[in-house]
């Protein structure tokens, strides 16, 4: 079938079957590979991507069908001008090993964008076998306290 999506700005068009997944769509077929393939079943998080403007698991999502614009840790920055999300990451050292850096990222975006009250319950869906989670969670508090004084 064919299929149409917007992804980080840019609108695609792919012939495949209807029953790939978001997240094969994205790395195999488009080459956007910051969402990783972790646990393919929904529980870590790493392939996580906005869809108009919401988190999702690009890996439990059939592209077929999706219909609103998708943003990937790939489409945040600004040319050379990180996000503030991204920025924080790496002042916070909120990174080890880097594998799911781009899902925790793009759910802690979300997560201030949506005002969470409570980033780790929100942040709960993304998994770190590095255990760097108290740095995330710094990372996420620093862009919230910067939002708090614009």
Do not use: W
């Not at 079943?41 to 219909?67: D, E, I």
Request: charged share 20%; aromatic share 2%.
């Amino acid at each position: 079938m064919d299929i149409s999506l917007e992804v980080n700005g840019k609108a695609e068009q792919l012939r495949m079957d209807p029953g790939v997944t978001l997240l094969d769509a994205l790395r195999e077929r488009l080459g956007v590979t910051g969402p990783k393939k972790g646990c393919d079943r929904g529980q870590c998080g790493a392939c996580t991507v906005h869809v108009g403007g919401r988190p999702v698991l690009s890996c439990l999502t059939l592209a077929a069908t999706v219909r609103e614009p998708v943003i990937t840790v790939d489409g945040l920055a600004d040319g050379d001008e990180l996000h503030p999300v991204q920025r924080a990451f790496v002042e916070q050292d909120a990174l080890q090993c880097g594998f799911c850096t781009s899902g925790q990222i793009m759910s802690a975006v979300a997560a201030v964008e949506q005002g969470v009250a409570d980033v780790r319950e929100f942040m709960s869906g993304n998994l770190c076998r590095c255990a760097a989670y108290p740095n995330i969670v710094a990372a996420i508090e620093q862009v919230r306290r910067a939002d708090a004084s614009l």
